[in-house]
C-alpha cells in the first residue's frame, strides 16, 4: 500500500515537473535539449531537476546567477505528488489516468496563461486519452456543450468574446470524463475563482484553463 503510495506520489511529481518544463518551450519555440536556466542560459545539472528537491537544494534560486525560480512548478510538483499518492493508491489504474488528465490540464493552464491560447493538439491529446482510458462518455458533455453553446450565442450577440473557443473545445473533452454534478462542482469553482481574481487584478481578460485546473484538482481532493 505505502510502496504504490510513494510510487503515484513520485509519478505525479515528475509529470508536473516535465510539463512546467515543457509548456513555457511550446510557446517560446525553445527546442534545446537539457533543461537549462531561461536567465542565464546555464544547463542544469541532474540532481536539480529532482521534482521538490531540487527547489529546496538551490533554495529557490538558480545555482549559477542566483535568479529566483518561479515557485510555480515546485507548488504544481507538491500538488501532483500529493494528488498522484492519493489517487493511485485509492483507485489504482484510474488514479493514472487522472494524473495524464492533470497534466494535459497543466499544460493547458500555463500555455493559456501565456498566449491566451489553447493549442489544438492539447485537445487531440484529452480525447485520445480517454479513448484508451476504457472509461464511458458521462452526462458532463451535455453541461459543457450548453455552456459552449451560450458562450458562442453571447460572443454573435455582443460582439464579444466571452468564453474562448479554446476553453469551450477544453470543457468539451473533460465533459466525456466527468458526470453532470461534477462537471457543475468544477465550473461553479472555476468561474468563482476567475470572478475573484479578476474583481483583485481588475484585468480586462483572463486565462480560464488555470482555474478549470484548480476546479478539476478540487474535485480529485474531494473524491479521495
Request: charged fraction near 10%.
Amino acid at each position: 500500500m505505502w510502496m504504490r503510495m510513494i510510487i503515484g506520489s513520485m509519478a505525479g511529481s515528475c509529470m508536473a515537473s516535465f510539463v512546467c518544463c515543457m509548456a513555457p518551450r511550446a510557446v517560446t519555440h525553445d527546442r534545446t535539449v537539457h533543461s537549462h536556466c531561461p536567465h542565464c542560459q546555464k544547463r542544469i545539472r541532474r540532481y536539480d531537476l529532482i521534482p521538490i528537491f531540487g527547489y529546496l537544494l538551490q533554495k529557490g534560486r538558480c545555482r549559477y546567477c542566483h535568479h529566483p525560480i518561479p515557485p510555480l512548478s515546485f507548488s504544481m510538483e507538491i500538488l501532483f505528488g500529493i494528488l498522484g499518492g492519493c489517487r493511485i493508491l485509492a483507485y489504482g489504474r484510474r488514479g493514472i489516468v487522472d494524473l495524464c488528465l492533470l497534466s494535459i490540464l497543466l499544460y493547458a493552464a500555463l500555455y493559456d496563461r501565456l498566449t491566451y491560447e489553447i493549442p489544438d493538439y492539447l485537445h487531440g491529446f484529452g480525447v485520445c486519452l480517454f479513448m484508451i482510458s476504457g472509461k464511458t462518455p458521462q452526462n458532463g458533455f451535455v453541461l459543457a456543450l450548453a455552456v459552449s453553446l451560450l458562450a458562442y450565442l453571447y460572443g454573435r450577440c455582443c460582439k464579444t468574446i466571452g468564453l474562448g473557443g479554446g476553453d469551450c473545445k477544453l470543457l468539451l473533452w473533460m465533459g466525456l470524463f466527468f458526470t453532470l454534478s461534477q462537471m457543475c462542482v468544477v465550473l461553479l469553482i472555476a468561474c468563482c475563482m476567475g470572478m475573484v481574481y479578476c474583481g483583485l487584478q481588475r484585468c480586462p481578460k483572463i486565462a480560464f484553463a488555470p482555474f478549470l485546473l484548480f476546479g478539476v484538482s478540487v474535485l480529485l481532493f474531494l473524491q479521495v
